[in-house]
């Protein structure tokens, strides 16, 4: 039986008091409105979270000013009401979202619909006159940077219902792909329920060979949320060449993007949340010049999981979602081609139910050297990061895939299938994902070097990278500045901070 597991409950929802306190100096620089449908550290279930939580404070931290546009899930500690009452589409002030996790809901169109609304009304509409909270109106000069298929349906909005009436002329938005895999494909005949002229439905044409949601003619919101934005972007270099490669990689979508062109910038990370000298969910401190004092002492991680604690036996982490795009199946397969040598392993994730049983059986499987937490657990998350020596990551696909990162940043030498956004010097064993036995050869190899100087080396080499938002928010400024909305101008060469800016903090 493994110990009660550490902050379970608040394992999906942080509050502003998570980020530390920083001073933010506001430029001229642009007004960037973020837009998404989730939020680190309020929520999240991925990346996007992360890099809702992580780019917007980046683009904050170098002067400009920035509001991000998410839904209030009724979780939230610290929502506070702004009590500013919008008509949109006959809905008025009524919470559309209840404590239910885990599934879509039913009607996600309309959901995803007035989220775009609310973003491109926020600006107008809130009350951000100089006070001692905000800086003064936000104007019409504004880039939207939308994520993902859910903001779909802004840059349409956009043109239809603002534009023709004069407002926000000059506005433009920037589309950012995070996976591709997810693109919102509904019956076309839920075109009525878009509230957008016809003009649009050959934005959302979509045919695919499939029988879900119906068979036949579909449409795509990521389909037209490529075309009708000004300028498409993605999470890493890499990932902007594989959506272009062809119909596999790119979903179906490769030749609209080939048409609109794409733009990749790796991720960064949140630096202040991970960082191994200050982690408030690891006992050891550590840093690049401790790290080999600390990594032993952070294996009691072993008693968390209910594992007998071995302070010098490698150990290998796996955190992600449940499904076919993280290889959890392939993990699965792979753990009993490297489970007989000195090895132990940790593996966090939920999704789907199958593969979340199939985790669950490490321990009766191997029970004093694998375990499988199904939970979604943010200080475990933490400590397997800290603990482990290896992270696997046999994802069939990583757009940028965060967990490296974190991993290289902690001294755990990430053990990947794929090459999401990886920065090159650090050396990675990519495989082929789907060939199991290769992923076993490559753990077995790794395992090799545990205790030898050519470990501690790719230790010191992945802990040396600068994986911060810095050097992405400088490449996503020049292009946002490409988009050449009036007024716009560069910010300031900052350090990177997670700031309270005035409009972050929650009012009285
Ligand atoms: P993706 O966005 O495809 O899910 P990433 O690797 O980019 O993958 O980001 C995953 C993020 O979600 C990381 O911050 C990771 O720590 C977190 N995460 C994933 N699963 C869990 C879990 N079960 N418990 C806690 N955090 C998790």
Redesign the pocket.
């Known amino acids: 039986m493994q110990k009660q597991l550490p902050g379970k409950q608040e ?1 999906k929802l942080g509050t502003l008091n998570d980020r530390p306190a920083g001073n933010i100096i506001c430029g001229q620089g642009m007004n960037l409105i973020f837009v998404g449908a989730e939020v680190g550290p309020w929520s ?5 979270g ?1 890099v809702l939580g992580g780019l917007p404070p980046a683009m904050a931290a170098k002067g400009h000013r920035v509001m991000t546009v998410s839904p209030r899930y009724d979780q939230y500690k610290d929502a506070w009401d702004t009590n500013v009452l919008v008509e949109v589409w006959g809905k008025t002030g009524s919470k559309i979202y209840g404590p239910r996790a885990g599934m879509d809901y039913l009607d996600n169109q309309l959901r995803f619909g007035l989220l775009c609304q609310a973003a491109l009304e926020a600006p107008r509409v809130l009350n951000l006159n100089n006070s001692e909270y905000f800086s003064g109106p936000y104007g019409e000069d504004v880039v939207f940077i939308a994520n993902d298929w859910h903001t779909a349906l802004l840059p349409c909005y956009l043109k239809t219902m603002y534009k023709p009436r004069g407002i926000y002329k000059s506005a433009k938005v920037a589309f950012c792909i ?2 591709i895999a997810y693109q919102g494909r509904f019956a076309f005949s839920d075109f009525s329920l878009l509230n957008l002229p016809d003009q649009f439905k050959g934005s959302f044409d979509f045919i695919d060979g499939y029988e879900k949601p119906v068979k036949g003619r579909k449409m795509n919101w990521m389909k037209a949320g490529i075309l009708e934005s000004d300028r498409v972007l993605t999470v890493s270099p890499y990932y902007a060449q594989e959506l272009v490669s062809g119909i596999e990689k790119g979903v179906e979508l490769d030749n609209i993007i080939r048409k609109t062109g794409i733009t990749g910038i790796v991720n960064g990370m949140d630096i202040q949340e991970w960082n191994p000298a200050s982690d408030k969910y690891i006992d050891i401190k550590y840093d690049a010049t401790t790290i080999m004092d600390a990594k032993p002492l952070l294996k009691a991680l072993q008693a968390d999981v209910g594992l007998p604690v071995d302070r010098n036996i490698p150990l290998i982490g796996f ?3 449940l499904e076919e ?2 290889g959890s199946d392939i993990l699965a397969a792979a753990i009993p081609k490297f489970i007989g040598e000195d090895v132990r392993i940790v593996v ?3 999704g789907k139910k199958p593969m979340e049983k199939q985790i669950e059986q490490l321990e009766i499987m191997y029970p004093n050297k694998a375990r499988g937490v199904a ?4 200080p ?2 933490h400590m397997i990061i800290a603990g482990a020596n290896f992270m696997l990551v046999p994802s069939r696909f990583e ?5 490296q990162l ?1 991993a290289m940043r902690y001294g755990t030498v990430p053990l990947c299938a794929s090459t999401g956004g990886l920065v090159d010097t650090v050396k990675c064993d990519a495989v082929d994902p789907a060939d199991v036995n290769a992923i076993a050869t490559t753990v077995k190899r790794a395992l090799a070097t545990y205790g030898t100087p050519a470990l501690k080396e790719m230790i010191q080499n992945c802990m040396a990278q600068d994986l911060s938002w810095k050097g992405p928010a400088r490449l996503w400024e020049k292009m946002l500045l490409g988009l050449e909305v009036s007024g716009s101008e560069p910010g300031i060469e900052g350090e990177e901070i997670s700031p309270l800016a005035k409009e972050n903090v929650a009012a009285p």
């Open positions: 394992a999240k279930t991925g990346g996007l992360d995070h996976n955190i992600g979602r795009q993280k966090l994730g939920t939970e979604f657990n943010v475990l998350a757009p940028c895939g965060l967990i974190h």
